[in-house]
């Protein structure tokens, strides 16, 4: 061989490598950035959306079916009236990078354009005369293109499109192609988008998105508890970029950035110039979450250097009400402010659908308390309410509104009044005071993320650097926005427990991230949503009024309790073997409700029941199991046919409301007092039940409701509160309930009469506003169903044979048809994520979800009321049923 070829050789061997990743090196985005209109809000280049399956992680998400993908992925479906030849459309579609741009049409619709490659001269050919029955093929010219346009056989347009450059442009509007034309022929300016993206190199990725950080307000619903959101949003940068990649070993799906420029935000400038830093106080975080934002970086003196240096710019109300009030005490709030601040955004329940908490970083609370108390004293209008304990923490109700916007910013708004308490190293704000203790039991019963198996390891991975995050729990955020007109993304929700979007701040760069992880318990489809009989317990008689299934809020395990004969009181904990243990002596069968709470304020939950002459607290010692009961009788002889549980006692622990059988009200506060009686001036006429609690600091009150539709409001002492009894002037079936005014921060009474009038009362008495809900029959009555602990409660239309739920606000969620005369209604709540609805028409009961779903593969036969527990660990229903001289437990796996 000459030495020439050789030369020759060696050189392609060395140049031809070196062209390829040259051409890599520049080759830029796939997306068809020449084409796409200079308004675009999203851009998708993608070689899998066309795929029949397309999935990820262990959970088989489809992807096909996410936020944004599924808008592109569905517009694809166009081609089928193209050609009536499935397979010639496949191998057309197969393995091309296609792109997809979104550009506004209205403030709720999106335009979708596709960019498909056509690779082959008999593409064009089909492609210009399209044969299918079910189109007439029209054509125009424009700018010296010639556009096709689809029709349906009555002459109504279909779809448009151009082939251009070896592309097949189309899309539903006519219009979006001409703008192609003339953004591909006509030297208009490039979008940012493209002179941001265009030369990204997303070669090593299936899917890549490209959007404006406008374009997650097409998935966040416009409403009150968005706002939070909206405020998140406006610290990613401007311009996004994300790149499907699922990370090797780890079963998530990531979505990563190659980067842009950071905002212009205030809370980015706190952060940009820190690193951030694995979170580590999961044991301070709800598991009511439904929404969690976490700011914070490692350098505290360079976060406290720039906060203050924002601080000083801040023209805020809030602020200068504080300084007013305090003076220069108030810098106190600033100058101990460490780097980390959390936004929590909390699960809805009976009276409150926004409430909120802050867990800010602080030292020195010891100097802050006083000035704490002077602040509430001062700001806050009425007496008595500016300071209370609950449970050994300090409560502060500072009346300045949005006072955490004034320190923090609009990021923390959403606040008509601040209720304070520190749990160290947080001071906790919240906008309710129910809120506030709700999270101090939840800290204190450990019921927080450190006890989940879904959250106790979020963002604690060393990577984890980003200085901007929230994780968002998506089966409790989808129920937030229950009974709203957003799109729901049943696959992402059903197989997704969590989203996490994090941005890293590099000085001027930022990276955002989005992972979803799924459930780490994934259940076989041939036990998925099946009805099993655990266990049949012989019982030939039972004796108490109802079944009694006790559940222990923090582990799930479940027991029944049943008596026997001699008033012996006997469980069974053990569901596999069925087997009986005694565990007291009553003086007779259980009569009422049970209960089982921490009443003691000791760690551990008692067991709380009646007979129809005593209530008892049944407490057992975890580690030597010896049992301990208390009990006490009313002051008169009357027989107890009603036990309620309510919260707000002076230790911070649970009390009970006993009804008699003349409907006397007695309350029973703690095992070392005596039950008190609480009505002594005014007798009440047929109470309807449960007896609710309305706590509020310095004032814990009693709504009393009764059948003729007169609602009282009663003080501790059992005096009527000035303006009660309010007068609805109907009916009702049901009790009022109260719930927090998101407007005014103030709390109001709710309920509804038996012909469906939704009625406010505030809290002097007077009604604020009726609304007449929809009686699509003469027979329609309402009433409001509350579950078994009043944690929450929904409304109920019934007539002859029918059952309709409906929303607090009373919007239909789903109607239950073809029902037996004398059906009973249950309502059960385990959290805003897993409610549930039982129907026992006959002799059988159903279980239906909250969108009308039903569970389980069969009817639970059932001679009595069912009781239900719920074990989230393993997402399994437990049902106890009554049938043929048996206590039934049954099961239903529900994810």
């Known amino acids: 061989m000459s030495k020439k070829r050789i030369i020759t050789i060696l050189l392609a061997i060395i140049l031809v490598p ?25 851009v998708i280049t993608s070689e899998h959306l066309q795929d029949s399956v397309y999935e990820a992680t262990d959970a088989n998400l489809d992807l096909k079916r996410l936020p944004l993908l599924d808008i592109a992925s569905d517009n694809l479906s166009l081609l089928n009236l193209l050609s009536p030849d499935q397979k010639k459309l496949n191998a057309f579609l197969k393995g091309k990078d296609i792109s997809y741009s979104y550009h506004p049409r209205t403030n709720t619709e999106w335009g979708v354009i596709m960019y498909i490659p056509v690779e082959e001269e008999k593409d064009s050919k089909w492609l210009e005369n399209p044969h299918h029955d079910n189109i007439r093929v029209m054509h125009h010219t424009f700018q010296d293109n010639r556009i096709t346009d689809i029709n349906d056989t009555h002459s109504r347009p279909l779809f448009s499109y151009v082939i251009k450059d070896k592309f097949l442009i189309l899309s ?21 988008l493209k002179s941001t993206f265009s030369k990204s190199d997303d070669s090593n990725y299936g899917t890549s998105l490209y959007l404006k950080n406008e374009a997650w307000k097409s998935i966040i619903p416009t409403n009150n508890q968005s706002s939070n959101f909206a405020e998140f949003a406006r610290a990613f940068p401007n311009y996004q970029d994300f790149h499907v990649e699922k990370t090797e070993g780890e079963n998530k799906l990531l979505m990563i950035s190659a980067g842009t420029d950071s905002p212009d935000y205030y809370i980015t400038d706190w952060l940009k110039n820190s690193s951030g830093f694995p979170f580590k106080g999961h044991k301070h975080i709800s598991q009511q979450t439904s929404y969690f934002y976490r700011f914070g970086v490692k350098d505290k003196p360079a976060f406290q250097k720039q906060f203050l240096k924002w601080h000083k710019k801040l023209k805020s109300e809030a602020w200068e009400k504080l300084v007013y009030h305090i003076g220069n005490e108030s810098n106190l709030l600033l100058d101990n402010l460490g780097s980390e601040l959390i936004l929590c955004q909390l699960e809805e329940n009976n009276s409150i659908s926004d409430g909120k908490i802050i867990l800010a970083e602080f030292s020195n609370y010891d100097k802050l308390r006083p000035v704490l108390k002077k602040l509430a004293r001062l700001s806050t209008p009425e007496s008595n309410v500016s300071t209370d304990q609950f449970q050994g923490y300090d409560i502060y109700s500072v009346a300045i509104p949005e006072l955490p916007a004034g320190i923090y910013g609009p990021m923390f708004s959403g606040f008509p009044r601040t209720y304070i308490t520190y749990v160290a190293p947080y001071l906790v704000m919240s906008n309710n005071s129910q809120v506030l203790q709700n999270y101090i039991v939840d800290y204190e019963n450990q019921l927080t993320w450190k006890q989940s198996a879904e959250y106790d390891s979020v963002l604690t991975s060393s990577k984890s650097d980003a200085q901007l995050s929230l994780v968002v729990n998506l089966r409790k955020a989808q129920s937030r926005g229950e009974g709203s007109d957003t799109k729901s993304y049943t696959d992402l929700t059903s197989k997704i427990e969590s989203v996490i979007l994090q941005c890293r701040y590099d000085g001027g760069d930022a990276y955002p991230e989005i992972t979803l992880n799924p459930k780490k318990r994934q259940t076989a489809n041939k036990v998925l949503n099946r009805t099993f009989l655990n266990i049949d317990i012989e019982w030939p008689i039972l004796y108490d009024s109802s079944l009694t299934a006790l559940q222990n809020p923090i582990d799930g395990s479940s027991e029944v309790l049943l008596t026997d004969k001699d008033n012996n009181l006997l469980r069974v904990n053990n569901l596999k073997t069925g087997k009986t243990e005694t565990v007291t002596k009553l003086n007779g069968p259980i009569v009422t409700s049970a209960y089982k709470v921490d009443f003691l304020n000791i760690g551990r939950q008692q067991r709380i029941l009646a007979t129809s002459s005593a209530v008892y607290a049944i407490d057992e010692d975890d580690s030597t199991h010896v049992i301990t009961s208390f009990s006490k009788v009313l002051p008169s002889d009357s027989r107890i046919t009603a036990l309620n549980m309510i919260d707000g006692g002076e230790d911070g622990s649970n009390r009970f409301i006993i009804t008699d059988a003349y409907g006397e009200l007695y309350i029973w506060e703690s095992v070392t007092k005596a039950i008190r009686k609480l009505n002594r001036s005014t007798h009440f006429d047929k109470i309807q039940g449960p007896i609710i609690a309305l706590n509020q600091i310095g004032n814990r009150n009693y709504i009393v409701t009764q059948k003729n539709g007169k609602i009282f409001l009663l003080k501790t002492t059992g005096a009527i509160k000035d303006g009660f009894p309010a007068d609805i002037l109907a009916r009702t079936e049901s009790p009022f309930t109260w719930t927090q005014n998101p407007a005014t921060g103030q709390s109001e009474l709710v309920g509804i009469s038996v012909y469906g009038a939704l009625t406010r009362i505030s809290m002097d008495g007077k009604i604020t506003s009726q609304t007449q809900l929809l009686r699509p029959e003469p027979s329609c009555q309402f009433k409001t169903l509350f579950d078994r602990n009043s944690l929450d409660w929904i409304l109920v239309r019934t007539s002859t044979n029918k059952a309709a739920f409906l929303t607090k606000e009373g919007k239909e969620l789903f109607e239950i048809k073809n029902l037996l005369p004398n059906s009973t209604i249950q309502y059960h709540f385990f959290g805003v994520d897993n409610r549930f609805i039982t129907i026992r028409s006959g002799n059988y009961t159903t279980i239906f979800d909250m969108t009308g779903k039903r569970l389980g593969d069969k009817p639970i036969p059932s001679e009595m009321k069912v009781q239900l527990t719920y074990l989230p660990s393993y997402y399994k229903l437990l049902i106890f049923s009554r049938s043929e001289k048996k206590v039934q437990v049954w099961s239903i796996k529900l994810r």
């Open 18 to 42: 070196a062209g390829y990743f040259l051409y890599k090196s520049f080759r830029g985005s796939s997306a068809a950035w020449k084409y796409i209109p200079s308004n675009a809000v999203v």
């Open 172 to 192: 539903y509007y006519g219009d979006l192609i001409e703008d192609v034309v003339r953004t591909s022929s006509l030297h208009i300016p490039s979008s940012n």
